[in-house]
């Protein structure tokens, strides 16, 4: 095992020996690393068949699910990882006959056909990470693949709505198989912007499909308390599922609630209808071992962010989708156009005791770019008037390293003139903060999920139209960014590919980016670490 793909890795180094930090077995992960080696050799000849005429969207599906299976906090099952293998050998073979009957070659392409799990953990040493040994090409090739696993987990939920781009799938495609050449570092620099300008394009097609399915976001006082109801929580975040979900439990004497990045469900009109959606509960994903025990009903997770969980709530816990734990239930997926049955939750759920309230009150939530361009003129007004001095985009991930509390301490001490733009889990370190407004517009505007962060590029956007300017670094906007997994990657990325120039990024720069490629990045876009609190505000109210 090694692996170094989250902010949590071991000693900032890499996770060697036994399990991951997140909690993934080194079993697990050196399977992963055959799917992902398999992938990039499947790769190879779907990007032949395509070129001859193959309809990309089927291969297109499997290749997305496959990387966002990998994503860190995802799937901790082998046995749903081996088959995920076993379909990349049976869909290499497909392509084979396809490019034959085309008369065309089948490329060379290097694929482990899959025998026992045993064998493959053997063999796995030989194609996982380390099996690069040109530290900056591994970086940068890692680089390329954790933003493409973000990517890919954006246009899942996309496609799950009817939303889909051939482009963006063609382009997964065709860069897991350019990473299977010998390529040089001009060569893979290039291939980490053009991996930003797809994170956008994906970005922008969940936003799209997230939009027009449930309506743009609007701006809601969420509750966090309890009622005396038996309750179901819904974390993850997969807008399909939930959807489904409040429609089966419509009547049934149940509530839902949301939890962690669940949390904007709440701001979206369709959702509003149910008066069984009663609001959120808990905070980040990290303490759902704390909280999934206090909530008492059954609990489902629909995407990433899955903690292994305890043996006192394990046995009311479901996952659905490309989600997978050994040992606990899993909702299959949707066939023949029909919904997800979550019937086995919903029993559970009436059969339990009602949550336990562990905090009450509203938190305010909704301000995705329609919103917050709503308010254009009011903030353009505010900030021609000296009102609001700065912006400074705090989204991105939560987790459990104390260091973490760097976030929650800037958004304490940064000036009154000062507002944050939020999104992802890393609000919850201060969404609850009584931070007050400014001319009535709230000092913490929450967009909403980790992949809404793609507001903050479009309101960027617009106040540099608004306000005249060239460049988007000539906005009084800056950006402290909190990363865990690759989809903050892949955000990352796409602000690369935008131009966006001073970043900070913590609490620690990526594990996977060698000294020679961090020292790139740093010179050509100014990201850099976060550092002091007090030291940071100040340069940050200096626009540096």
Known sequence: ????????????????????????????????DILIYNLKGLSTIANEAIESGLDPKSIGKFVSESLFMTVTNVNFDDDRVIEQIKQTN????????????KNKA????????????EKAL???????????????????????????????S?????????????????????????LTKSLNTDELIALVMKTGEFSVKAMELLDRANTSTYGNPEISKVNIGTRNRPGILISGHDLKDMEELLEQTKDTGVDVYTHGEMLPANYYPKFKKYEHFVGNYGNAWWLQTKEFESFNGPILMTTN????????????????GVVG??????IADRKDGKPKDFTPIIEMAKKCQPPVQIESGTIVGGFAHNQVLALADKIVEAVNSGAIKRFVVMSGCDGRHNTRKYYTNVAENLPKDTVILTSGCAKYRYNKLNLGDINGIPRVLDAGQCNDSYSWAVVALKLKEAFGLDDINKLPISFDIAWYEQKAITVFLALLYLGVKGIRLGPTLPAFLSPNVAKVIVENFDVKPIGDVQQDIELITQGK
């Open 122 to 152: 053997a063999a796995s040493k030989d194609v996982g990470v380390l099996s690069e040994t040109n530290e900056d090409i591994r970086s940068l090739k890692e680089l390329i693949v954790y933003g493409l696993k973000g990517m890919a």
């Open 305 to 320: 962010c899955l903690v292994p969980p305890k043996d006192s709530y394990k046995d009311r816990v479901f996952t659905t």
């Open 106 to 117: 089948i490329p060379n392409a290097n694929i482990y056909e899959f025998e026992t799990k």
């Open 1 to 32: 095992m090694f692996c170094y793909q989250c902010q949590e890795t071991l000693h900032n180094k890499g996770c060697n020996v036994g399990a991951g930090m997140c909690g993934k077995k080194d079993h697990t992960s050196d399977l992963m």
């Open 325 to 330: 734990y050994p040992g606990l239930k899993h």
């Open 90 to 101: 049976i869909k290499a073979k497909e392509l084979a006959a396809y490019l034959s009957s």
């Open 154 to 178: 954006y246009y899942d939920h996309a496609s799950i709505l009817g939303f889909e781009d051939e482009s963006i799938t063609t382009f997964m495609i065709n860069t897991l198989a350019t």
